[in-house]
């Protein structure tokens, strides 16, 4: 039967239950919640699989057999039976932009759609929709889906002539803007490149309507803000949309100026995820990282001790280059298919450094976003450094993407106790459509290399960047243990010793990604005194993993023992 959900908080009856689950007490009260009859992938390297969990108070009170277990049920407790589906703990992507959210919600999503007439189609009816002079954002379309050229403002014109449009591409690196647009901007044949950025142009010097990189943002600063109201909707939507995929936690990334809004939904009990937060823009600003961090910490005292990790200011992220659909990752070599190009760095390494050194002294790791091998070796290169210059933070640095890695450094990971983070379904939707091309086959070996980081004795962290990819874990897993295409192949897997296994995929989205929030502790694995984060899912998990893992669903996600989404087949 279905009883209220308990509150949080950490009474002495949790301790006396726990030790009971050790020795077998003859008496005990009552779990809230039991759940049993399935497989249990709990992430404990000590007890890595379980037939049945009891969960009182918003722990978990007991980990094991399905026999022992109904010594916990009793008249008001709420009995999950899984009939052979599976449960991991609660997944935490170690890298996403909850923000990319709200210029979707509010614009056109463009994401993984081909047809270029579609992308012109979708631009007009939203454009109708808003009315003149209303700006159309979002986007997220995919150039090399189709032939591989970038759009421009030729495309966009004859649609919106009367609408400022500003669209940025898959990557969240390329913007796509019309000629309304770049007139309000003051963009124009006279305007300089900015600093880490390119405005592609026509032989006559005009802009072609593509930014790349920080040159997005001489236009993406006249874009007008949402209400605040308008702002909150939509990222209560976001936040409903991760529970419903599993998610118990996230690593976001956004600005400063974002931490405010998560603290007043954490303090509301509107947070249905633990989130640890990196701030953009952070490195001149280290002492309003610092106040924010103070500030959160306070506002949430009270919500942190009853609910566990809610949430926390954690790190600083920096950007060392940018992406291969575009070249503008940096690389030490040139591209394959661009002989005269070889990316360029965004930061250089002495900026890198200098700003990881100040990080640090304000108690913050760092996290580098590097895609191109040589973006890699400047990221490793400054976190050395770093090290060097003065206290190192009591949690590890990080390195985003890694997409493509020289040998030599893959040993750097471990030596310099950086993690490596990275977005395994970017790699399978490169397949076949410019990871090799961009690279050619020596260095496509080395391309998301987690097997050879893994093998190098480095710890993965992974996370699905979106919404430049598909925020749904499973996919992600899909992608990290199975290395194919969605629809298919290559047989074997691409470059199959870069896979990982089941379990390695699932600790790098539970936790590895708790450890680098400090909160192993208390989440990431469903073990005996821990919060009850976790997942039943649809099925059983294919082993060894298959393409049937797309076919697996969320049938219930519960944070601290409540469901913050439970399909009606699971209630």
């Given amino acids: 039967m279905t009883s209220s959900l308990p509150g949080r908080a950490v009474l002495p009856a949790v301790v006396a239950a726990v030790a009971a689950a050790c020795t077998g007490p003859p008496e005990r009260e009552p779990a809230d919640l039991v759940v049993r009859g399935g497989v249990i992938h709990t992430v404990d390297a000590r007890n890595p699989i379980a037939e049945a969990l009891a969960v009182r108070d918003g722990r978990f009170v007991f980990v094991g057999g399905a026999r022992e277990v109904e010594r916990w049920v009793g008249e008001a407790t709420d009995v999950v039976e899984l009939d052979g589906r599976a449960v991991i703990p609660g997944l935490i992507d170690g890298h996403v932009h909850l923000e990319s959210g709200l210029s979707l919600i509010r614009g056109v999503d463009l994401t993984g759609i081909a047809d270029r007439d579609e992308w012109t189609r979708r631009i007009a009816a939203r454009a109708a929709e808003l009315g ?200 030490l070599a040139p591209y394959a298919d661009a002989p005269d190009e070889s990316g360029f760095m965004v930061t250089e390494l002495d900026d890198l450094a200098s700003a990881a050194v100040r990080i640090h002294e304000a108690g913050f790791p760092v996290a580098i976003h590097a895609i191109g091998d040589r973006a890699v070796r400047a990221s490793l290169d400054a976190l050395e450094h770093a090290a060097g210059r003065g206290p190192r933070p009591q949690l590890a640095d990080r390195i985003e993407h890694v997409e493509v890695l020289d040998p030599e450094d893959a040993p750097r990971f471990e030596e310099l106790g950086v993690l490596a983070s990275f977005n395994p379904h970017h790699c399978i939707t490169g397949i076949d459509v410019y990871n090799t091309d961009r690279l050619g086959e020596a260095r496509a070996a080395w391309s998301f290399a987690w097997g050879a980081v893994r093998d190098a004795g480095a710890t993965l962290v992974f996370g699905s960047d979106w919404a430049t990819a598909p925020l749904d874990p499973l996919r992600q897993l899909y992608a990290a243990t199975v290395r194919q295409k969605p629809a298919g192949g290559p047989p074997g897997g691409w470059y199959p010793g870069q896979r990982v296994s089941w379990r390695e995929a699932l600790t790098a989205y539970t936790l590895a990604p708790a450890a680098a929030a400090g909160w192993d502790g208390a989440i990431g694995s469903i073990e005996v005194g821990k919060w009850a984060d976790f997942v039943v899912l649809s099925g059983a998990i294919p082993d060894p993993p298959d393409p049937s893992i797309l076919d697996l669903r969320v049938d219930s996600t519960w944070l601290g023992g409540a469901p913050t989404y439970r399909a009606e087949s699971d209630r």
């Avoid at 997220?140 to 400022?164: I, Q």
């Avoid at 306070?298 to 200011?313: C, D, K, N, S």
């Fill in 132 to 331: 003149p002079g209303a700006w159309i954002v979002g986007g997220r379309w995919d150039h090399t889906l189709s032939g591989g050229e970038f759009p421009s403002l030729e495309e966009l014109d004859p649609v919106t002539p009367e609408n400022p449009v500003v669209l940025s591409d898959i990557d969240g690196h390329t913007t796509w803007a019309n000629s309304l647009a770049l007139e309000i901007a003051g963009v124009d044949g006279a305007t300089p490149d900015p600093p880490g950025g390119r405005i592609l142009r026509y032989a006559s010097g005009d802009p072609t309507g593509i930014l790349l990189e920080t040159a997005g943002g001489l236009v993406e600063e006249h874009v007008p803000p949402l209400s605040g109201d308008e702002e909150r909707e939509i990222m209560r939507q976001t936040f409903r949309a991760a529970a419903r995929l599993g998610l118990t936690g996230v690593h976001t990334m956004a600005g400063l100026e974002r931490i405010p809004a998560y603290v007043g939904f954490a303090a509301a009990g509107e947070l249905p995820l633990r989130v640890w937060y990196g701030a953009f823009g952070a490195e001149d600003r280290v002492d309003e990282l610092s106040a924010a961090r103070d500030d959160a910490r306070g506002a949430l005292a009270t919500v942190t001790a009853e609910r566990g990790p809610t949430f926390e200011v954690g790190y600083a992220k920096l950007v060392a280059d940018g992406v291969l659909s575009a070249r503008t990752a940096a690389l």
